[in-house]
């Protein structure tokens, strides 16, 4: 017969163990964009510098053997990598949709998302993307989402292995300083930054030899006339600091179209792209 002594002693035992699983692991914290689903504790945690993150913007696909999203950008910045598990009884739709909320709430800019087989291979996320093989479960159950929130990206994935245990994942990519270069090599423009130039942006539009376009834009009250009018002298002033810098004038070719172009720039602003031509 089992003493009332030993059936205490086997409770606490219990109980400690229950705790020590729910604990977070050492050195882990919630970073202070994020605020945790109740109830969940960090199973895996990283932070350090990312030289060359690829931020998935597409579902993985095997092409030659090769395993990638079917659209990327390559960015360096502060990275933080946090995996929760959660409580039982939560889906990992519940917990995805939890922290997605919290996105949507801050104003943060949707880039992609998918949902269950659509996404790609589930093992394929775990151990290519997000290098921690217990992300790896039903792919039916996973979900992920590409946000933006300023300088800030965000990776949020969630699934549900075949043990039933739900984990919650995101990584989030602090961009320090923007690569301009970088940005006008692969995507073929840039906003002309308003606090001027980096040194290294005005280096490489000097030593280029492609042809430059300068677009003015003007989300702002008036006239079609005027607006486009005010966008064309905003660009020439733009083209006058390249070719004070030493851009060969033949090269640059100015344009202003006013507010024609809706969506590209928020309402009440004014812009110049750059874009690079072939």
């Given at each position: ?10 409770v606490?035992?219990?109980l ?12 882990s914290?919630?970073?202070p ?5 109740p ?8 932070q ?11 579902a ?5 053997g ?6 990327e ?14 409580p ?26 998918c ?25 039916r159950?996973?979900s ?13 994935y ?13 990584d989030?990519?602090?961009q320090?300083s923007p690569?301009?270069v ?25 030593s280029s ?59 009440g ?5 750059i874009?690079?031509r072939?």
């Open positions: 017969m089992v003493s009332f002594r030993n059936v205490v002693a086997i606490l035992l219990s400690s163990a229950t705790l020590q699983a729910a604990s977070d692991v050492r050195g914290a919630d970073h964009l994020l605020e945790r689903y109830r969940s504790w960090i199973v895996n945690y990283n350090g510098q990312a030289p060359d993150y690829r931020w998935a913007l597409g993985l696909e095997k092409v030659n090769v395993v990638a999203a079917e659209e950008q390559r960015v360096p910045g502060l990275l933080t990598r946090i995996s929760y598990r959660l039982p009884g939560i889906s990992a739709r519940e917990a995805f949709l939890y922290l997605q909320n919290q996105l949507q709430t801050a104003k943060a800019e949707l880039k992609f998302q949902q269950g087989r659509a996404c790609g291979s589930s093992n394929e996320w775990a151990n290519q993307v997000f290098g921690y093989a217990k992300l790896y479960g039903v792919g159950s996973q992920y989402a590409a946000w933006q929130l300023s300088n800030t990206l965000v990776s949020l969630s699934v549900q292995r075949g043990n039933k245990r739900v984990y919650l994942h995101f989030l990519l602090e320090q690569d301009q970088q940005q006008l090599r692969s995507d073929g423009y840039l906003r002309w930054p308003e606090s001027g130039a980096q040194e290294a942006l005005l280096s490489y539009l000097v030899e492609r042809s430059l376009w300068l677009v003015g834009h003007q989300q702002m009250p008036g006239s079609a006339a005027q607006l486009q009018a005010l966008s064309r002298q905003q660009a020439e002033r733009v083209a006058q600091q390249l070719r004070q810098a030493g851009v060969a004038g033949e090269r640059l070719e100015v344009f202003g179209i006013g507010a024609l172009a809706p969506g590209i720039v928020p309402a602003e004014s812009a110049v792209f874009i690079e072939p």
